[in-house]
């Protein structure tokens, strides 16, 4: 990891507040920064076969540029800082030096560089990054940028380029949703095998544009409650295997994740809508719950994760399988309930993380499920929820308190642009 980055020091507080003309640079800020990226990326995962895991996932980057945001079809890291911020600036010009600014540094990030100097030459000067992450390497860092609704209302004149039916959630079943933990203008999901990586890349790009911006909500999560292609099924919370049936592949990917011309929208061609749901769990009543209840409420066994129609966690689940008449797995299970089998077809990306706030004000565990799905429409999401939130067994252990949805644009293809860019053309 270099000391530091010349181009990012140049694009100091006052270049980012003096207008258009400095968007330009930070075009020029991103062609350097890619260039940079495309050798980091081409030869990380390759050359590493002899050395030890820790290395290797320490030193794994992720491209930055591509025609999707890394991040999505990524196989999930062990760590998630989840932030949705408002933008408290007031002129459009702002927030495009913004979206520029973090574009530009987020290009350096998941290459494992600093957004700026770390130990600046004078001893007046103020570090521009502030150097947690020093010689921590990328760590599969991915950084993955949303907007809401509330972005294209009247106060930047973005009301034309909002994506078709895009609003927010409506109110649904099983909700009891804290007011602060709802919506945001902007939103970024890090995800890393390290959490000091993904959260000081959150802090330094909420610093950078700290007078334009103002952080609403984060959720730091950990232990992925879901799998990429090739990974082992993680556990959430509750104990279960979490993720076990998920979207994946291209051809899911296609149909379920990736947006395509129905947002109306062509920077969406290519991005998905991110739904973002802090659930809380009710884990001392859940933990006094007997196995065949936890299992019948899930519709699988815990240990292997199998469906309770079969032996093997992949075994595809019979949803009309009886025994004495009696359906194997309930339909009221939450597996019977958001099985693509019993929707249609219909199918989501699930992304999450368990998180853990400590202690709730009267000494219960403040913890649970930071649900994140991608899904080419939020309706995909709405759909599901409605079902899950009127039916599902498990509605008595859990609390939907957290949510917000995010159009997330497609990828920047090659350096030299920035997310939103198609907004102040
Ligand atoms: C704290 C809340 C939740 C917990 C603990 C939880 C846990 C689980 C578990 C253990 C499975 C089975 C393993 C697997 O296939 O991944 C599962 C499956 C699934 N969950 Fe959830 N889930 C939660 C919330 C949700 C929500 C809010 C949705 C969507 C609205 C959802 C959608 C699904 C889907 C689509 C499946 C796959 C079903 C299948 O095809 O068999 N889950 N979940």
């Given at each position: 990891m270099?000391?530091?980055?010349?181009?990012?020091?140049?694009?100091?507080r006052?270049?980012?507040?003096?207008?258009?003309?400095?968007?330009?640079?930070?075009?020029g800020?991103?062609?350097?920064a890619?260039?940079?990226?495309?050798g980091?990326?081409a030869?990380?995962?390759?050359?590493?076969?002899?050395v030890?895991?820790?290395?290797?996932?320490?030193?794994?980057?992720?491209?930055?540029?591509g025609?999707?945001?890394?991040?999505?079809?990524?196989?999930?890291?062990?760590?998630?800082v989840?932030?949705?911020?408002?933008?408290?600036?007031?002129?459009?010009?702002?927030?495009?030096?913004?979206?520029?600014?973090?574009?530009?540094?987020?290009?350096?990030?998941?290459?494992?560089?600093?957004?700026g100097?770390?130990?600046?030459?004078?001893e007046?000067?103020i570090p521009?990054?502030?150097?947690?992450?020093?010689d921590?390497?990328?760590?599969g860092?991915?950084?993955?940028l949303?907007?809401?609704?509330?972005?294209f209302?009247?106060?930047?004149?973005?009301?034309?380029?909002?994506?078709?039916?895009?609003?927010d959630?409506?109110?649904?079943?099983?909700?009891?949703l804290?007011?602060?933990?709802?919506?945001?203008?902007?939103?970024?999901?890090?995800?890393?095998?390290?959490?000091?990586?993904?959260?000081?890349?959150v802090?330094?790009?909420?610093?950078?544009?700290?007078?334009?911006?103002?952080?609403?909500?984060?959720?730091?999560?950990?232990?992925?409650?879901?799998?990429?292609?090739?990974?082992?099924?993680?556990r959430?919370?509750?104990?279960?295997?979490?993720?076990?049936?998920n979207?994946?592949?291209?051809?899911?990917?296609?149909?379920?994740?990736?947006?395509?011309?129905?947002?109306?929208?062509?920077?969406?061609?290519?991005?998905?809508?991110?739904?973002a749901?802090?659930?809380?769990?009710?884990?001392?009543?859940?933990?006094?719950?007997?196995?065949?209840?936890?299992?019948?409420?899930f519709?699988?066994?815990?240990?292997?994760g199998?469906?309770?129609?079969?032996?093997?966690?992949?075994?595809?689940?019979?949803f009309?399988?009886?025994?004495?008449?009696?359906?194997?797995?309930?339909?009221?299970?939450?597996?019977?309930?958001?099985?693509?089998?019993?929707?249609?077809?219909?199918?989501?990306?699930?992304?999450?993380y368990?998180?853990?706030?400590?202690?709730d004000?009267?000494?219960?565990?403040?913890?649970?499920?930071?649900?994140?799905?991608?899904?080419?429409?939020?309706?995909?999401?709405?759909?599901?929820?409605?079902?899950?939130g009127?039916?599902?067994?498990?509605?008595?252990?859990?609390?939907?308190?957290?949510?917000?949805?995010?159009?997330?644009?497609?990828?920047?293809?090659?350096?030299?642009?920035?997310?939103?860019?198609?907004f102040?053309?």
């Open positions: 270099s000391e530091s980055i010349p181009a990012a020091d140049t694009l100091s006052r270049t980012f507040f003096n207008g258009t003309a400095a968007v330009a640079g930070v075009g800020l991103v062609l350097g890619g260039g940079a990226l495309a980091t990326a030869k990380a995962p390759a050359a590493l076969s002899d030890d895991l820790m290395a290797q996932r320490a030193t794994l980057s992720y491209p930055f540029y025609g999707h945001q890394a991040g999505i079809e990524t196989p999930p890291q062990d760590h998630l989840f932030t949705a911020f408002d933008v408290t600036a007031l002129t459009a010009v702002e927030l495009q030096l913004v979206l520029a600014k973090w574009s530009a540094a987020m290009a350096e990030l998941t290459a494992g560089a600093p957004v100097k770390i130990q600046p030459e004078r007046q000067g521009v990054d502030t150097g947690e992450a020093t921590m390497g990328p760590q860092l991915t950084l993955t949303g907007f809401g609704p509330s972005l209302d009247e106060r930047f004149g973005l009301e034309k380029f909002k994506p078709l039916n895009f609003a959630l409506p109110a649904m079943a099983g909700e009891s804290n007011p602060a933990l709802m919506g945001g203008d902007l939103c970024i999901q890090a995800c890393a095998n390290d959490p000091q990586v993904a959260y000081h890349a802090r330094n790009l909420a610093r950078m544009a700290r007078t334009a911006v103002r952080t609403k909500w984060t959720v730091l999560g950990f232990g992925r409650a879901s799998a990429g292609a090739a990974q082992s099924t993680p959430n919370l509750m104990g279960f295997k979490d993720g076990t049936r979207a994946s592949g291209g051809v899911d990917f296609d149909e379920h994740v990736w947006v395509g011309d129905e947002a109306g929208q062509p920077w969406m061609v290519g991005g998905s809508y991110l739904v749901r802090k659930i809380h769990m009710l884990i001392e009543t859940w933990d006094e719950d007997p196995i065949g209840d936890q299992q019948s409420i519709g699988r066994d815990k240990k292997q199998a469906p309770l129609s079969g032996t093997a966690e992949h075994d595809v689940p019979d009309h399988a009886t025994v004495d008449g009696t359906p194997v797995i309930a339909a009221d299970s939450h597996i019977a309930l958001a099985a693509h089998e019993n929707n249609n077809g219909l199918k989501i990306l699930r992304r999450g368990n998180f853990t706030d400590g202690l004000s009267v000494g219960r565990l403040d913890a649970g499920l930071m649900f994140l799905s991608f899904q080419k429409s939020p309706e995909q999401f709405i759909t599901l929820q409605r079902k899950l009127s039916s599902d067994r498990l509605n008595e252990y859990i609390r939907h308190v957290g949510s917000g949805v995010f159009a997330v644009p497609a990828g920047i293809p090659a350096a030299g642009s920035y997310y939103g860019k198609e102040f053309a």
